[in-house]
């Protein structure tokens, strides 16, 4: 697998840091609250779950995964639920957890789907943000890193389900994708 990476982008020890900033930041930002943290699952499952481990307050976690249309490494917007959270959110303060906001297309319809269910609030905490790509404005309260226009994988995220468990970013060789 390492043959296929050719950079690593955030090493195993960058990104363990500001997932724990992160999660200090939550912790001071909803004092006194019990956030809901929604996973898009599967690219957010491994930042969520270091993520939470460094939230000090009584959280909750539910699940959303769904699939996008688009082709190898780019989103068309128009996505499709197939899991869908198992409580409701009504009245709830809602942190979306996704991994990376690319043109932003996904998470403003995350967003808007989310925000019919009528919340107490929602805020959206990325990994990763590739601003240079942003198709559509998306307000991202907790951010990790942003990136270049590269395309990544690692840490959760992957290049035809491949790739999820490497412990770092890395950018993955174009030849892998374009073969
Ligand atoms: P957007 O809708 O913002 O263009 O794209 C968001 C989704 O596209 C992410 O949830 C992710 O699944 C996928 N995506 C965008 N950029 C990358 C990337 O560099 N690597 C991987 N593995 N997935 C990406």
């Given at each position: 697998m390492l043959e296929d990476v050719q950079q690593i982008l955030l090493d195993q020890e960058t990104v363990a840091r500001r997932v724990k900033e992160l999660g200090a930041q939550i912790t001071e930002d909803y004092a006194g609250r019990e956030p809901v943290l929604v996973c898009i699952l599967k690219g957010a499952a491994l930042f969520t779950a270091d993520l939470c481990r460094h939230i000090d307050l009584p959280i909750s976690l539910d699940f959303m995964a769904i699939s996008s249309y688009g082709s190898g490494t780019s989103?068309?917007?128009?996505?499709?639920?197939t899991k869908d959270l198992d409580s409701s959110i009504e009245n709830k303060d809602v942190i979306i957890v996704e991994d990376i906001v690319d043109s932003g297309l996904t998470l403003s319809y995350l967003l808007a789907n989310l925000k019919s269910r009528h919340p107490a609030s929602l805020s959206i905490c990325v990994?990763?943000?590739?601003?240079?790509?942003?198709?559509v404005e998306v307000p991202v309260r907790y951010r990790g890193f942003e990136i270049p226009d590269h395309f990544v994988v690692g840490y959760g995220l992957d290049y035809a389900e491949k790739?999820?468990?490497?412990?770092y970013v890395g950018v993955l060789r174009p030849e892998v994708y374009m073969a």
């Open positions: 989103s068309s917007g128009v996505v499709r639920i990994l990763l943000d590739k601003p240079e790509r942003r198709e790739y999820r468990n490497l412990p």
